[in-house]
């Protein structure tokens, strides 16, 4: 009985840390679309929301990397309390960067907080995996970076090439491609993103000798997409502001370069079965866009302070994973 209590507060934590990741991470979806007046805010949060619901029933292979590389849930000791006292660490950093509107990552979250529940509960990291997962986070940034100055610069040439067109005309054609870019990546972020609370859910069910294997089941699928989904309509406005305005002024050609930048880096990782740091990944790409058209212009304070959050989160969610395990060790 203890056991599925334990089981139902971890679904029930799983699917708010999801919620809250939906409009915390709705900004990579938007923000650029909404800065260049491409989509209302409204209908954007509307679009984006469903689209992370389509995005988030359809793969399961990040699901699973999440669910195995970092530990083996059939094995680890404490199983339960470390998947408790991981999912409320990864909640209250993902609240706190959120109030003070940092696009901190939840995936940098979520792998820390799993890594030091389960070395709390003293059971060995899976290092490869662990390692693997840490090096592809850290090179997803630079990735997007590059591919967004090079997506720029050939976007750029093209508006060149065609010619005999004004600026405002440009300016109109590409905020009508955003609308279906923003959608790309609306629906990208949902198949990396809501897996992540998918694999959570999966390693308790091992864990709990629920199930044998990291298959994702269909009710964890549609719960982890109804409540990403159901975040992501409520918005996240101040994270919004920040991507979409406060690193670079956002126009419709650079945005449109970031969408598909950002879409083609996440479609890749999660058909891969790879999480990543949506908020890396596209503010990476909004980054390598304006520097691409001026350099200048990119506030480098704010994308200091962004870089300084993502550096920290991993190694902060580690250790306050693993003071909360010792409290939640005591009740399981």
């Known amino acids: 009985m203890q056991v599925i209590t334990a089981i139902v507060t971890i679904v029930i934590l799983a699917l708010v840390f999801d919620f809250i990741n939906g409009f915390h991470d709705t900004a990579n979806a938007i923000a650029t679309s909404v800065s260049t007046k491409a989509l209302t805010p409204r209908f954007a949060v509307f679009y984006a929301a469903v689209l992370n619901f389509v995005g988030a029933i359809t793969f399961e292979g990040v699901a699973k990397s999440i669910g195995g590389s970092i530990a083996d849930p059939a094995k680890i000791e404490n199983g339960i309390p470390v998947v408790i006292a991981a999912l409320i660490a990864m909640i209250f950093w993902n609240l706190l960067t959120w109030y003070f509107g940092i696009p901190s990552s939840s995936s940098h979250t979520l792998i820390g907080s799993l890594a030091g529940a389960v070395l709390a509960s003293g059971t060995d990291l899976k290092w490869s995996g662990f390692n693997k997962i840490i090096l592809v986070l850290i090179a997803s940034p630079f990735i997007a970076f590059i591919i967004g100055f090079i997506v720029l610069n050939i976007v750029r040439l093209i508006v060149r090439l065609v010619g005999n067109r004004s600026p405002g ?20 972020h949902g198949t990396n993103d809501a897996q992540k609370a998918m694999g959570i859910i999966v390693f308790a069910l091992v864990a709990g000798g629920f199930q044998d294997t990291l298959h994702v089941p269909l009710w964890v699928k549609l719960g982890a997409a109804t409540a990403m989904g159901l975040g992501t309509s409520v918005g996240g406005w101040k994270i919004i502001k920040t991507v979409g305005r406060k690193i670079v002024k956002v126009e419709p050609m650079n945005g449109f370069a970031s969408d598909v930048t950002a879409s083609s880096v996440l ?6 079965g790879f999480p990543l740091s949506t908020t890396h990944v596209i503010t990476s790409a909004i980054i390598g866009t304006g520097v691409a058209m001026r350099p200048k212009s990119i506030n480098w304070g704010v994308v200091g302070t962004m870089v300084a959050t993502w550096v920290i989160t991993i190694p902060i969610s580690m250790v306050i994973a693993y003071l909360i395990f010792q409290v939640v060790f005591l009740f399981f």
Do not use: D, E, P
């Open 169 to 188: 005309k440009v300016n109109r054609t590409f905020r009508i491609m955003q609308i279906f870019t923003a959608g790309w990546q609306a629906f990208s």
């Open 267 to 272: 479609s890749t990782a999660s058909a891969l």
